[in-house]
């Protein structure tokens, strides 16, 4: 009896080799995949689930949908892009702007 397993890819060809390594990444982005997609399900049935309170949280569910705008064909053009980008640094402005007036007496 042996102690120590075999590795069997070791008795295969090099082709053989690379076709399971390649099974085995492609499994893995799958899964990988499969858990990204459970999980923004997951945040979008929290950000579905109430009315946002705050600028602040108003900005996070803008942001979620933009990231998801940009991952479209639609927004592969560099003026969508460059829109998206000047949005989100108005955001972080304003957001900033909002909270330094916070201070402020009245």
Not at 14 to 42: C, I, P
Request: aromatic residues 4%; proline residues 4%.
């Amino acid at each position: 009896m042996v102690d120590q397993p075999t590795e069997l890819d070791t008795h295969r060809g090099m082709a053989a080799q690379k076709a399971t390594e390649l099974r085995r990444l492609r499994m893995e982005v799958e899964k990988d995949h499969s858990d990204l997609l459970a999980r923004r399900e997951e945040l979008e049935k929290y950000l579905a689930a109430a009315s946002a309170e705050t600028w602040g949280e108003a900005v996070e569910k803008t942001r979620y949908l933009l990231s998801l705008f940009a991952e479209t064909p639609a927004c592969q053009d560099p003026r969508r892009q460059q829109l998206i980008k000047s949005l989100l640094a108005d955001f972080e402005r304003l957001l900033a702007a909002n909270a330094n007036d916070k201070g402020k007496p009245i």
